[in-house]
Protein backbone atom coordinates (compact mmCIF):
# COMPACT_ATOMS: atom_id res chain seq x y z
CA UNK A 1 0.00 0.00 0.00
CA UNK A 2 1.63 3.60 -0.77
CA UNK A 3 1.31 6.40 1.07
CA UNK A 4 0.03 9.58 0.20
CA UNK A 5 1.94 12.54 1.04
CA UNK A 6 0.72 15.81 0.47
CA UNK A 7 3.26 17.93 -1.49
CA UNK A 8 4.54 20.92 0.49
CA UNK A 9 2.71 24.29 1.24
CA UNK A 10 4.22 26.89 -0.91
CA UNK A 11 5.88 29.46 1.12
CA UNK A 12 3.61 32.50 1.63
CA UNK A 13 3.46 35.65 -0.09
CA UNK A 14 4.69 38.89 1.51
CA UNK A 15 2.89 40.76 4.14
CA UNK A 16 3.52 44.06 3.13
CA UNK A 17 2.45 47.81 5.39
CA UNK A 18 2.90 51.13 3.79
CA UNK A 19 3.00 53.95 6.41
CA UNK A 20 3.69 57.74 6.76
CA UNK A 21 2.66 61.16 5.53
CA UNK A 22 1.97 62.33 1.87
CA UNK A 23 4.89 61.38 0.29
CA UNK A 24 4.02 57.97 1.14
CA UNK A 25 0.20 58.20 0.38
CA UNK A 26 0.66 59.46 -2.76
CA UNK A 27 -0.12 63.62 -3.00
CA UNK A 28 0.07 64.81 -6.12
CA UNK A 29 0.45 61.71 -8.66
CA UNK A 30 -4.09 61.64 -9.34
CA UNK A 31 -5.70 58.41 -9.12
CA UNK A 32 -6.79 58.90 -6.08
CA UNK A 33 -8.84 56.50 -3.42
CA UNK A 34 -11.80 58.32 -2.29
CA UNK A 35 -12.49 56.22 0.19
CA UNK A 36 -9.10 57.39 1.29
CA UNK A 37 -10.58 61.26 2.31
CA UNK A 38 -8.47 63.75 3.32
CA UNK A 39 -5.45 61.07 3.30
CA UNK A 40 -5.41 61.43 -0.50
CA UNK A 41 -4.07 58.03 -0.86
CA UNK A 42 -3.22 57.43 -4.34
CA UNK A 43 -3.50 53.93 -6.12
CA UNK A 44 -0.35 55.41 -8.32
CA UNK A 45 1.77 55.67 -4.77
CA UNK A 46 5.16 53.91 -4.62
CA UNK A 47 3.11 51.32 -1.82
CA UNK A 48 0.72 50.20 -4.68
CA UNK A 49 2.97 50.33 -7.25
CA UNK A 50 4.95 47.59 -5.03
CA UNK A 51 2.08 45.63 -3.65
CA UNK A 52 0.74 45.85 -7.78
CA UNK A 53 4.47 44.28 -8.65
CA UNK A 54 5.00 41.67 -5.79
CA UNK A 55 1.53 40.46 -5.33
CA UNK A 56 1.97 40.40 -0.93
CA UNK A 57 -0.31 37.78 0.80
CA UNK A 58 -1.47 40.76 2.49
CA UNK A 59 -1.32 44.82 2.07
CA UNK A 60 -2.23 47.47 4.02
CA UNK A 61 -1.93 51.44 3.43
CA UNK A 62 -2.29 53.70 6.41
CA UNK A 63 0.07 56.69 5.02
CA UNK A 64 -2.09 60.10 5.33
CA UNK A 65 -1.56 63.65 4.05
CA UNK A 66 -0.22 65.45 6.65
CA UNK A 67 1.06 62.99 9.03
CA UNK A 68 3.62 63.82 11.88
CA UNK A 69 5.58 61.29 13.63
CA UNK A 70 2.80 60.70 16.65
CA UNK A 71 0.34 60.21 13.91
CA UNK A 72 2.04 57.08 12.67
CA UNK A 73 2.54 55.99 16.05
CA UNK A 74 -0.76 56.73 17.65
CA UNK A 75 -3.35 55.51 14.40
CA UNK A 76 -1.46 54.20 11.80
CA UNK A 77 0.27 50.73 13.25
CA UNK A 78 -2.64 48.79 13.62
CA UNK A 79 -2.16 46.51 10.53
CA UNK A 80 1.39 45.96 12.07
CA UNK A 81 1.67 42.34 13.65
CA UNK A 82 4.37 39.49 13.98
CA UNK A 83 3.89 37.86 10.70
CA UNK A 84 4.27 41.70 8.64
CA UNK A 85 7.75 40.86 6.73
CA UNK A 86 7.59 44.43 4.62
CA UNK A 87 6.81 48.02 6.11
CA UNK A 88 7.50 50.98 4.24
CA UNK A 89 7.60 54.86 5.66
CA UNK A 90 8.45 58.42 4.87
CA UNK A 91 7.92 60.84 7.58
CA UNK A 92 9.75 63.84 9.23
CA UNK A 93 9.19 66.58 6.78
CA UNK A 94 5.76 67.89 8.18
CA UNK A 95 7.00 67.50 11.81
CA UNK A 96 9.54 70.02 10.81
CA UNK A 97 7.11 72.44 9.02
CA UNK A 98 8.33 71.87 5.61
CA UNK A 99 4.45 72.95 4.10
CA UNK A 100 5.29 75.97 6.52
CA UNK A 101 8.75 76.96 4.80
CA UNK A 102 7.61 76.36 1.09
CA UNK A 103 4.66 79.34 1.88
CA UNK A 104 6.99 81.14 3.46
CA UNK A 105 9.67 80.87 0.51
CA UNK A 106 7.16 80.98 -2.02
CA UNK A 107 5.54 84.36 -0.82
CA UNK A 108 8.12 86.13 1.52
CA UNK A 109 11.62 87.28 0.95
CA UNK A 110 14.81 85.49 0.60
CA UNK A 111 15.78 86.75 3.74
CA UNK A 112 12.59 85.41 5.49
CA UNK A 113 12.57 82.03 3.51
CA UNK A 114 16.52 81.94 4.59
CA UNK A 115 15.61 82.36 8.32
CA UNK A 116 12.37 79.88 8.25
CA UNK A 117 14.08 77.15 6.24
CA UNK A 118 16.91 77.71 8.94
CA UNK A 119 14.39 77.01 11.98
CA UNK A 120 13.11 73.65 9.98
CA UNK A 121 16.84 72.70 10.21
CA UNK A 122 17.46 73.49 13.93
CA UNK A 123 14.05 71.44 14.47
CA UNK A 124 15.52 68.77 12.64
CA UNK A 125 18.40 68.47 14.27
CA UNK A 126 17.49 69.13 17.34
CA UNK A 127 13.93 67.84 18.16
CA UNK A 128 13.36 65.34 15.51
CA UNK A 129 15.39 62.15 16.30
CA UNK A 130 14.19 61.49 19.56
CA UNK A 131 10.64 61.64 17.74
CA UNK A 132 11.92 59.19 14.56
CA UNK A 133 13.43 56.93 17.31
CA UNK A 134 10.03 57.17 19.11
CA UNK A 135 8.15 56.18 15.40
CA UNK A 136 10.49 53.52 14.86
CA UNK A 137 10.53 52.10 18.35
CA UNK A 138 6.99 51.45 18.21
CA UNK A 139 7.30 49.72 14.24
CA UNK A 140 9.50 47.69 15.66
CA UNK A 141 7.74 46.54 18.68
CA UNK A 142 4.68 45.99 16.93
CA UNK A 143 6.41 44.17 13.30
CA UNK A 144 9.43 42.59 15.26
CA UNK A 145 10.26 40.48 12.03
CA UNK A 146 9.96 42.84 9.10
CA UNK A 147 12.24 44.96 6.92
CA UNK A 148 11.86 48.05 7.69
CA UNK A 149 12.61 50.58 4.52
CA UNK A 150 12.29 54.51 5.26
CA UNK A 151 12.58 56.33 2.27
CA UNK A 152 13.59 59.90 2.27
CA UNK A 153 12.84 63.34 0.53
CA UNK A 154 13.96 64.42 -2.80
CA UNK A 155 15.51 67.37 -3.81
CA UNK A 156 12.87 69.66 -4.85
CA UNK A 157 15.29 72.11 -7.04
CA UNK A 158 17.52 71.27 -10.06
CA UNK A 159 20.22 74.14 -9.05
CA UNK A 160 22.39 76.26 -11.84
CA UNK A 161 19.80 76.62 -14.35
CA UNK A 162 17.71 79.48 -14.89
CA UNK A 163 14.45 79.12 -13.52
CA UNK A 164 11.07 81.60 -13.00
CA UNK A 165 10.20 81.57 -9.67
CA UNK A 166 11.96 81.20 -6.28
CA UNK A 167 14.98 82.78 -6.96
CA UNK A 168 18.04 80.27 -6.73
CA UNK A 169 19.02 82.01 -3.21
CA UNK A 170 15.99 80.06 -2.08
CA UNK A 171 16.41 76.78 -4.79
CA UNK A 172 19.40 76.12 -2.70
CA UNK A 173 18.34 76.64 0.67
CA UNK A 174 15.40 74.55 0.54
CA UNK A 175 17.19 71.76 -1.03
CA UNK A 176 19.89 72.09 1.62
CA UNK A 177 16.70 71.68 3.99
CA UNK A 178 16.58 68.55 2.13
CA UNK A 179 19.70 67.17 2.71
CA UNK A 180 19.57 67.90 6.14
CA UNK A 181 16.51 65.97 6.58
CA UNK A 182 17.65 63.33 5.21
CA UNK A 183 20.49 62.82 7.06
CA UNK A 184 19.01 62.82 10.21
CA UNK A 185 16.31 60.26 9.16
CA UNK A 186 19.19 58.41 7.54
CA UNK A 187 20.90 58.35 10.94
CA UNK A 188 18.28 57.26 13.23
CA UNK A 189 17.21 54.44 10.78
CA UNK A 190 20.61 53.03 10.65
CA UNK A 191 20.30 53.32 14.67
CA UNK A 192 17.22 50.86 14.85
CA UNK A 193 18.71 48.62 11.97
CA UNK A 194 15.98 50.12 8.96
CA UNK A 195 17.20 50.46 5.85
CA UNK A 196 17.13 54.20 4.37
CA UNK A 197 15.97 54.64 0.86
CA UNK A 198 17.96 58.02 -0.73
CA UNK A 199 15.20 58.59 -3.90
CA UNK A 200 17.59 61.85 -4.23
CA UNK A 201 19.60 59.60 -6.73
CA UNK A 202 16.98 58.79 -8.93
CA UNK A 203 15.21 62.18 -8.54
CA UNK A 204 18.93 64.13 -9.65
CA UNK A 205 18.25 65.68 -12.67
CA UNK A 206 14.33 65.33 -12.41
CA UNK A 207 13.47 67.82 -9.73
CA UNK A 208 11.65 71.53 -10.82
CA UNK A 209 13.46 73.54 -13.20
CA UNK A 210 15.50 70.66 -14.79
CA UNK A 211 12.45 70.53 -17.82
CA UNK A 212 11.85 66.79 -16.75
CA UNK A 213 10.44 67.40 -13.24
CA UNK A 214 8.86 64.44 -11.23
CA UNK A 215 7.33 66.93 -8.99
CA UNK A 216 5.11 69.47 -9.21
CA UNK A 217 5.50 73.15 -8.18
CA UNK A 218 2.59 75.55 -7.37
CA UNK A 219 -0.83 73.79 -8.14
CA UNK A 220 -4.46 76.19 -7.92
CA UNK A 221 -6.63 73.03 -7.42
CA UNK A 222 -5.67 71.14 -5.74
CA UNK A 223 -3.38 73.10 -3.48
CA UNK A 224 -2.03 70.19 -1.52
CA UNK A 225 -0.85 68.29 -4.60
CA UNK A 226 2.12 71.52 -4.72
CA UNK A 227 5.63 70.46 -4.09
CA UNK A 228 4.58 66.09 -4.22
CA UNK A 229 6.01 63.81 -6.61
CA UNK A 230 3.94 63.28 -9.97
CA UNK A 231 2.74 59.61 -10.50
CA UNK A 232 5.88 59.32 -12.87
CA UNK A 233 7.99 60.36 -9.40
CA UNK A 234 6.44 57.73 -7.64
CA UNK A 235 6.91 55.25 -10.44
CA UNK A 236 10.57 55.97 -11.31
CA UNK A 237 11.84 57.99 -8.34
CA UNK A 238 10.44 56.27 -5.47
CA UNK A 239 9.34 52.48 -6.39
CA UNK A 240 12.73 51.98 -7.43
CA UNK A 241 14.30 52.55 -4.62
CA UNK A 242 11.82 50.81 -2.61
CA UNK A 243 11.71 47.92 -4.71
CA UNK A 244 16.11 47.37 -4.48
CA UNK A 245 15.81 47.90 -0.95
CA UNK A 246 12.80 45.49 -0.31
Given at each position: ?216 SIVISPTW???HPTATGHA ?11
Open positions: MSLGLAAPAEAAGPVYVALGDSYSAGNGAGNYDSASGSCHRSLSSYPYLWKNAHAPSSFADTACSGAVTTDVTNSQLGPLNSATTLVSVTIGGNDAGFADVMTACATDSDSDCVNRVNQAETYARNTLPARLDATYAAIRAKAPNAKVVVLGYPHLYTLNVFCIGLSDTKHRKIDEASDVLDSVIQGRAAAHGFVFGDVRTTFNGHELCSGDDWLHESYSGFYPVLNANS
